[in-house]
């Protein structure tokens, strides 16, 4: 069952942090998508990829309360028994979180589903409270009080970070993988230029959260349970910044170095997602408080 449950949270994760970071970095990097442009089809893929993705959220989100519930009665067929459904809802912080969390995940898919969808203030003001209600999700919810607030927020602005590196890797796969229809060289630079942010903000937002968990800058002991899975996290994260530097220190004439550069960033996203199958499972663990 936890198994399960860490394959669903890495699946919902993965696919919601991927969704509001390539409706950021469409606009930031392609321009506008109702424009008539050389973008224009690139826009059409992602607006149906969109719609993948919020299905997908939307299923493993409902699959991730049924296993919680499970979980919670200690058998399988406990998911699907109303009772305790109603249960878990009504008297848990988690499905109290979980019931608006799913409200704002059918109302993007239906959002979506309708010419209002193409606006992209309304989508990612309802993508934002996604991300927002996934935030006491884990161990954003240890802590009561202002500093859980504060925790909370430090968890949102994590995850942001960490889906808008994400989605932008998956534009300029994108890009990449279509003729070239304007300068790619400018792309990337204007790409560099918001990841220092984006890095930054990562960098600072999870010493926080290992602060604030563990109550050290660094669990110990340094290879076993939680402090073993953070390693291996910070490892991939690690990764994907030295090929992003790489990327960045041959941005000249990447014209002409296509095929490495798809295969880079390629590795990169790879990277990430990785990363984020390390964060679900984090969250299933107890963080070591230091004595």
């Known amino acids: 069952m936890a198994s399960w449950l860490v394959l669903c949270r890495f699946v919902h994760f993965s696919v919601l942090l991927s969704l509001v970071g390539t409706w950021v970095f469409r606009r930031l990097l392609l321009g506008c ?8 089809q690139l826009h059409l893929q992602f607006d149906r990829l969109g719609r993948w993705l919020t299905s997908i959220g939307l299923g493993s989100g409902l699959l991730w309360l049924l296993l919680i519930s499970a979980s919670m009665a200690g058998s399988w067929s406990a998911a699907l028994d109303s009772t305790t ?14 019931s608006g969390h799913l409200l704002l995940n059918l109302l993007l898919l239906g959002l979506l589903l309708t010419p209002q969808g193409r606006h992209l203030p309304l989508r990612l003001g309802l993508g934002v409270l996604l991300l927002a209600t996934l935030a006491p999700v884990g161990h954003g919810a240890m802590l009561d009080g202002v500093q859980g607030q504060l925790l909370m927020l430090n968890q949102f602005l994590h995850l942001s970070c960490v889906g808008l590196w994400l989605g932008g890797l998956l534009v300029l796969l994108g890009v990449v993988r279509q003729p070239l229809a304007g300068s790619l060289e400018a792309l990337l630079r204007r790409f560099s230029g918001v990841g220092y942010g984006l890095v930054s903000g990562l960098l600072v937002t999870g010493l926080i959260n290992v602060r604030v968990l563990t109550g050290q800058w660094w669990p110990t002991p340094l290879f076993s349970g939680f402090a073993l899975i953070l390693l291996i996290k910070v ?16 941005i000249s004439g990447c014209e002409r170095r296509l095929s490495s550069l798809r295969r880079s960033l390629l590795l990169e996203w790879l990277l990430g997602l990785a990363a984020v199958a390390a964060v679900a499972l984090l969250g299933t663990l107890p963080p070591m408080q230091a004595v």
């Open 235 to 250: 490892l991939l994260v690690a990764g994907m910044l030295g090929l992003a530097l790489f990327n960045r220190l041959r």
């Open 85 to 98: 459904l109603q249960l878990v809802l009504g008297q848990t912080f988690f499905g109290q979180v979980w």
């Open 33 to 40: 998508e109702t424009q008539q442009g050389p973008y224009k």
